[in-house]
């Protein structure tokens, strides 16, 4: 295991796009500064949602953590982790607990006693690193997913479908 280093935690920005598509591509999750930038501007246009950026004692980004509170009438609202990302070279240094422990504080501003992370089934370091941070499984699903026809996209991310 590598030896803890100094991070800082902050809300990301426009200018960390860069760095957040960079470390989006190590997980598989392909996408440019520009597709980040028009993201994380509709996601922050709510107070809902936030994405924080670990940066290492070097100024780099070393990882970052979206999270966002969940709402259905079903159950009482939860802060849900919709990803998680460290720089491949800064792994088990401490930077994923630390991103996790500011979302859940973060959490905990928005009112939310619980907090979820859905992950990968193939991922199984994700889901050792999950349960030494104290989360347990709660249960396992099939996720299903359409793919709508789309008329027009606006300027804020958000879609009109067409009829079906």
């Not at 295991?1 to 990301?12: G, T, V």
């Not at 989006?24 to 392909?30: K, M, N, P, R, W």
């Not at 501007?41 to 809902?48: H, K, P, T």
């Not at 905990?108 to 499984?137: D, L, P, Q, S």
Request: aromatic share 6%; with cysteine.
């Amino acid at each position: 295991m590598q030896a803890q280093m100094e991070i800082r935690i902050r809300p990301a920005t426009r200018e960390d796009c860069a760095a957040l598509a960079m470390l989006a591509d190590q997980l598989g999750y392909e996408s440019s500064a520009e597709q980040i930038a028009r993201r994380l501007e509709g996601l922050l246009r709510s107070d809902e949602n936030q994405v924080f950026l670990a940066e290492a004692s070097d100024e780099n980004a070393a990882g970052w953590i979206g999270v966002f509170v969940h709402r259905s009438l079903s159950s009482d609202p939860r802060a849900e982790i919709s990803s998680l990302i460290v720089d491949e070279k800064q792994r088990s240094r401490g930077i994923g607990a630390a991103l996790v422990k500011r979302a859940e504080e973060w959490a905990i501003e928005k009112g939310c006693r619980i907090m979820g992370v859905h992950t990968n089934v193939t991922r199984e370091r994700a889901h050792a690193f999950y349960e030494r941070n104290g989360y347990t499984m709660a249960k396992t699903q099939k996720c299903f997913r359409k793919e709508l026809r789309v008329r027009a996209a606006t300027g804020d991310g958000a879609c009109t479908a067409s009829g079906m």
